[in-house]
Antibody, heavy 118, light 107 residues
Framework: EVQLVETGGGLVQPGRSLKLSCVAS????????MSWTRQAPGKGLEWVASITNSGGSTYYPDSVKGRFTISRDNAQNTLYLQMNSLRSEDTATYYC???????????WGQGVMVTVSS | DIQMTQSPSLLSASVGDRVTINCKAS??????LNWYQQKLGEAPKLLIY???NLQTGIPSRFSGSGSGTDYTLTISSLQPEDFGTYFCFQHNSWPLTFGSGTKLEIK
């Protein structure tokens, strides 16, 4: 059974940093692209970052480029999202997702809440 | 960026109804269109990938169609468990983008 478990969320002040983790199990982690997608309270879904199965390439929308960094440790079956210079508009539930075929997503974690507020 | 416009934003239907949700892309997305269902407090679930391919375990009452810029999700006979919010999603090009969602209420 595919499982994705996110941790690391919480309350953080604007301008500070936070690092999310996602531990994967039930599949061969290093065979799959992985991504992060977020959802602000009561709002729609926004793709945040993607990484190839080897970790050699990463992709971001302009809204987080230069502030967020996606990475992975294939030996530990773990995906990360380093979030710097956080803004109030980054407040959201962050979901770890597995790539169904490269860029799209099939399995989603349960999500972790990040609140950016002073 | 490719904009995804979903309609309607709110839909109320009865059990047994045939339901259609539409998604229009601002440019050709070459059938790289997925549909996700999200229930309150839960993560989204993949229903359909690449326009018309049913994800494993999804009931056959769900189907998808479309091409170019216009795509449709159809539920052939609405069941009580089908309530929730439906999102379309394009993965033709970066940045990946979602529609704003259709909230489906059961009458």
């Amino acid at each position: 059974e595919v499982q994705l478990v996110e941790t690391g969320g919480g309350l953080v002040q604007p301008g500070r940093s936070l690092k999310l983790s996602c531990v994967a199990s039930g599949f061969t982690f290093n065979n799959y692209w992985m991504s992060w997608t977020r959802q602000a309270p009561g709002k729609g879904l926004e793709w945040v970052a993607s990484i190839t199965n080897s970790g050699g390439s990463t992709y971001y929308p302009d809204s987080v480029k230069g502030r967020f960094t996606i990475s992975r440790d294939n030996a530990q079956n773990t995906l990360y999202l380093q979030m710097n210079s956080l803004r109030s508009e980054d407040t959201a539930t962050y979901y770890c997702t597995r790539g169904r075929y490269l860029r799209d997503f099939d399995y989603w974690g349960q999500g972790v809440m990040v609140t950016v507020s002073s | 960026d490719i904009q995804m416009t979903q309609s309607p934003s709110l839909l109320s239907a009865s059990v047994g109804d045939r339901v259609t949700i539409n998604c229009k892309a601002s440019q050709n997305i070459n059938k790289y269109l997925n549909w996700y269902q999200q229930k309150l407090g839960e993560a989204p679930k993949l229903l359909i990938y690449n326009t018309n391919n049913l994800q494993t375990g999804i009931p056959s009452r769900f189907s998808g169609s479309g091409s170019g810029t216009d795509y449709t999700l159809t539920i052939s006979s609405l069941q009580p468990e089908d309530f929730g919010t439906y999102f379309c999603f394009q993965h033709n090009s970066w940045p990946l983008t979602f529609g704003s969602g259709t909230k489906l209420e059961i009458k």
